[in-house]
């Protein structure tokens, strides 16, 4: 069980540009989390997934974000044409489903600087 | 809406002493209760978790917490600090009963641990 890792973990990028995040979850987990947090903050919830499908996004996610799970594995986060309100660590977590004790495991995230 | 309080956004421990960090809730039905902890530039590591039952919480690293339901807090504590445990610490709550069981976190309470 190598737990959940993100990729990239930094990324700096230019206002205007896209970006794309990737998130491996642990391989069992069939729940899948994206959470956003700045600076002094704690995490705000984004979206998660059940399996490939999308289930809840939170208003926080705008027209500029996209989140996909193509085959209940590995998830994307991309951000269009970004601003510098986007600067922020995004946080993947996973979790077993129902019937379990619904613990979400972190990865180390990645930390977006939009210049 | 659900929502999370931690009081105290940075607490300074000496080395062996103890350390209570406080943390309220808001939550009409019964909550699951997290705290997590989060060294700098990491991703978050679960410390405890409460659900129903003993209302004392055992966790990881020496901690523990207690759930009072009349006074809706979670508060976490560590009898002797380590210079190790100097963190940032979260305070979660989240809802089986909610849709995909997204988490709400607390500010987050930065611990400093003099030697």
């Known amino acids: 069980d190598t737990g959940v890792s993100q990729n990239p973990r930094h990324k700096i990028t230019k206002r205007g540009q896209n970006v794309t995040f990737r998130c491996d979850p642990i391989s069992e987990h069939n729940r899948l989390y994206w959470y956003r947090q700045t600076l002094g903050q704690g995490p705000e919830f984004l979206t998660y997934?059940?399996?490939?499908?999308?289930?809840?996004k939170s208003r926080l996610l705008s027209d500029r974000f996209s989140a996909e799970r193509p085959k209940g594995s590995f998830s994307t986060l991309e951000i269009q044409r970004t601003e510098q309100g986007d600067s922020a660590m995004y946080l993947c977590?996973?979790?077993?489903?129902?019937?379990?004790?619904?613990?979400?495991?972190f990865g180390p995230g990645t930390r977006l600087t939009v210049t | 809406a659900q929502s999370v309080t931690q009081p105290d956004i940075h607490i300074t421990v000496s080395e062996g002493a103890s350390l209570e960090l406080r943390c309220n809730y808001s939550y009409g039905a019964t909550p699951y209760l997290f705290w997590y902890v989060q060294s700098p530039g990491q991703g978050l590591q679960l410390l405890l978790k409460y659900f129903s039952g003993d209302t004392l919480v055992q966790g990881i690293k020496g901690f523990e917490a207690e759930f009072k339901r009349s006074q809706s807090s979670f508060n976490l504590r560590k009898p002797s600090v380590h210079w190790s445990d100097a963190a940032e610490y979260f305070c979660?709550?989240?809802?089986?009963?909610?849709?995909?069981?997204?988490?709400?976190f607390g500010g987050g309470t930065r611990v400093l641990v003099k030697p």
């Open positions: 997934f059940q399996n490939e499908a999308q289930l809840e």
């Open positions: 977590a996973s979790s077993l489903g129902q019937g379990h004790t619904y613990e979400q495991y």
């Open positions: 979660a709550v989240g809802s089986i009963k909610a849709a995909g069981n997204k988490l709400t």
